[in-house]
Structure formats: structure tokens, C-alpha cells
């Protein structure tokens, strides 16, 4: 069964960091587009950043600069680091495989395979 | 940016009975580029419907997707007790946005 688990969730300051993890079974998360996709109180559902199996990354404007999408091959594993988290960054964050392309800070296309999602929880 | 409006916010049914879904578009999704998930509480979601109108691998037929333009339907033909959950859509003709959600609960 395919299958992704997030972990790294939890409570950050304003301007704190946190590092959230995606272990992938039954998928190579390096032979994938895998995406970072949040739910937040004000926003709703909202893609956050991508990485295409060839490595390229692409954000949105809304995290660009301040986040950093990135994989371990030997693990399997994706990773998003967030820094200088705001209050508005709370959100349940999951990780998912995309179907699609992106360009620039647009991407273009669907999730096919989500996890059950970590909570990112930023207080001011 | 294309907003999608999910309507009504909750859906009260029955085991048994029909649902029919409304996901409205503020611009035009080209190419019927449109989508739904299920979320049950606590889980992961789970892609439904794509292109849409196309089950995903292993989705029931009770589920369908319709509409282009701007106004796409999900319909499920006899709601299973397994089918009450969130409900999202999400376009990709031009970046992506998602819906708000639609509620389906048990009346």
C-alpha cells in the first residue's frame, strides 16, 4: 500500500522555525513531483511548494524566501524547513504527490496521493 | 486568480439518498481542468475526480463528475454510510485554487 506520514508539526514563536518530514512507503519520493499543501484558518486549502523529480522547486509568493522544499533519497523521505514563521503560517500541512507542471510561482495540475497531514501551529 | 465557491456549506442526507455537489468558478476553467477530494476527519484526502469528469483508480461508480465553464457538479447516487466527509474542488487550468468545501452529514 502506498502510503505518506508527516511528522515535525507542532508549536513555533513568530519568527521561529520548524522542519516538517514526509516519509513515503510504497513510492520513491525521488522518482515523483511531490508537493507541500497546507489548510489554513483564513485561506482554506492552498499549494505551498513543489519539487519535481529532477530536483527544480517552485513556491508560492506567500512562503517564498522563507521556506525550503528539499528530499533524502536515502531515507525516501521530503522535507519542507519553515522559517520566519508568521501567525498566518498555522495550518495542517500535508504532503502530497502532484500530477502537473509549474512555472515560475504557478503550478499547474492535482494531488493524486496525500498523507493525513502534521499541524503547524505559530503564535504571536 | 480563479475563486471556486462550494454550495450549500453543509448537505444533510440519508444513507441511501442522492448528493449533488456545486462548485462554481469566478472565471472560466479551461479545459474542464477541475477536480474533487474526500476528507474524512483525521485522514488524508483522497482524490475522487479529475479532468473533471474521470473517476481516479478504484473510486466507486456512485461517484461522477460533471460541468465546464464555470459551474461543475460532484453527484453521489446513493450516499454509503463510508460517504459522509469534506468535500473540495480544486481547478488547474490556470495555477491552482481549491473550494471552500461542502459538508455531507449523516440527517
Known amino acids: 500500500e502506498v502510503q505518506l506520514v508527516e511528522s515535525g508539526g507542532g508549536l513555533s514563536q513568530s519568527g521561529g522555525s520548524l522542519r516538517l518530514s514526509c516519509t513515503a512507503s510504497?513510492?520513491?519520493?525521488?522518482?515523483?513531483?511531490m508537493s507541500w499543501v497546507r489548510h489554513t484558518p483564513g485561506k482554506g486549502l492552498e499549494w505551498v511548494s513543489v519539487?519535481?523529480?529532477?530536483?527544480?522547486?517552485y513556491y508560492a509568493d506567500s512562503v517564498k524566501g522563507r521556506f525550503t522544499i528539499s528530499r533524502d533519497i536515502s531515507k525516501n523521505t521530503l522535507y519542507l524547513q519553515m522559517n520566519s514563521l508568521r501567525a498566518e503560517d498555522t495550518a495542517v500541512c500535508y504532503c502530497?504527490?502532484?500530477?502537473?507542471?509549474?512555472?515560475?510561482?504557478?503550478?499547474?495540475?492535482?494531488?493524486?496521493?496525500w498523507g493525513r497531514g502534521t499541524l503547524v501551529t505559530v503564535s504571536s | 486568480e480563479i475563486v471556486l465557491t462550494q454550495s450549500p456549506g453543509t448537505l444533510s442526507l440519508s444513507p441511501g439518498e442522492r448528493a449533488t455537489l456545486s462548485c462554481r468558478a469566478s472565471?472560466?476553467?479551461?479545459?474542464?481542468?477541475l477536480v474533487w477530494y474526500q476528507q474524512k476527519l483525521g485522514r488524508a484526502p483522497r482524490l475522487l475526480i479529475y479532468?473533471?469528469?474521470s473517476r481516479a483508480t478504484g473510486i466507486p461508480d456512485r461517484f461522477s463528475g460533471s460541468g465546464s465553464g464555470t459551474d461543475f457538479t460532484l453527484t453521489i447516487s446513493r450516499l454509503e454510510p463510508e460517504d459522509f466527509a469534506v468535500y473540495y474542488c480544486?481547478?488547474?487550468?490556470?495555477?491552482?485554487?481549491f473550494g471552500g468545501g461542502t459538508k455531507v452529514e449523516i440527517k
Open positions: 502530497a504527490r502532484f500530477v502537473g507542471h509549474c512555472v515560475s510561482s504557478s503550478c499547474y495540475g492535482y494531488f493524486d496521493l
Open positions: 510504497g513510492l520513491t519520493v525521488s522518482s515523483n513531483y
Open positions: 519539487i519535481y523529480s529532477g530536483g527544480s522547486t
Open positions: 472565471q472560466s476553467v479551461s479545459s474542464s481542468y
Open positions: 479532468g473533471a469528469s
Open positions: 480544486q481547478q488547474y487550468g490556470s495555477s491552482l485554487t
